[in-house]
């Protein structure tokens, strides 16, 4: 049987995202792989309490780096940068490393062929046995670029184990959002799970996200987290979900020992009743992840 991705994403942050894609990986009986994509705030492990077994340093794309001893300050380099990311200091080039996006124009107009270019360590990729299965997982260092690129990187790993050890099922927690790390975590995924909740911003969050699996090509289903907390919005949402012909996958309500559960660091499996082993039904039905 080939290997199966499942991502769950939403709109914006705060969902109840990252505990139901916890909760879906403690019901799923498939042998799986896990991953946590959110590499800006990764918080999957806090349920999860991995066992580290492995961690490597994420490079990501290379800088310019300019050879102080050989630089003759002409500043041809300052003039052609376009993300105002080297300066003449002192007569010589200097690199600001964070707003350097590596795209080597630098280093084809400097007369004194004095710039170059260099790693710089921007977070780590990890990994770490669970009771649930290994979780691939990353920290992005404050202010580092490349989460696309960390995203990618972390999903390669994950399914180079999975078809290591024989896993049918890829479980991600992916970002908020609709940004590139999102767009990492989607593409190539066989079904998403976007994660709404009935609030005010909630429905132009849903579409967007609705709106970026389908220019990505991945099927997906919604999941309206809270359903309870207004009955109203909950019928708005759905509306919505059944006029653009968007499975509604199921409803997961509010409550306060679900909470208190995910604040303990444990997964709420047991309050979240019949309505969990039924999401990850309608889920592996809808995405067909049994074929």
Request: proline residues 5%; hydrophobic residues 40%.
């Amino acid at each position: 049987m080939s290997i199966r991705e499942v991502v769950l994403i939403s709109g914006k942050g705060g969902t109840g995202k990252t505990t139901l894609t916890a909760s879906l990986a403690a019901v799923a009986e498939e042998r799986k792989i896990l991953a946590d994509a959110d590499v800006d705030a990764p918080n999957l492990a806090l349920l999860l309490h991995p066992a580290e077994t492995h961690r490597e340093p994420f490079s990501g794309m290379s800088i310019a780096d300019a050879d102080r001893e050989r630089c003759s300050g002409c500043g041809i380099c300052e003039s052609a940068c376009r993300y105002d990311a080297i300066h003449v200091r002192d007569g010589k080039a200097v690199v600001d490393e964070g707003f350097c996006e590596g795209c080597r124009v630098c280093l084809f107009v400097c007369p004194e062929q004095c710039i170059s270019q260099k790693k710089i360590e921007r977070g780590t990729i990890r990994r770490g046995e669970t009771a649930l299965g290994p979780l691939w997982h990353a920290r992005l260092n404050p202010g580092g670029e490349n989460t696309g690129l960390m995203v990618a990187l972390l999903r390669k790993e994950a399914r180079k184990e999975a078809k290591r050890i024989g896993a049918t099922l890829i479980i991600t927690d992916g970002p908020p959002g609709i940004g590139c790390p999102v767009t990492s975590s989607v593409t190539g995924a066989d079904f998403a799970v976007i994660v709404s909740e009935p609030s005010r911003s909630a429905l132009s969050d849903l579409r967007r996200a609705a709106e970026l699996c389908g220019i990505l090509a991945v099927p997906f289903g919604i999941v309206i987290n809270r359903w309870n907390l207004s009955e109203e919005l909950t019928e708005t949402l759905k509306k919505t979900c059944g006029e653009q012909g968007w499975p509604l996958l199921g409803t997961v309500p509010f409550d306060e020992r679900i909470a208190e559960a995910v604040g303990a660091g444990r997964i709420p499996v047991p309050e979240m009743g019949d309505a969990l082993p039924a999401l990850w039904g309608s889920i592996r039905k809808t995405g067909r992840l049994g074929q």
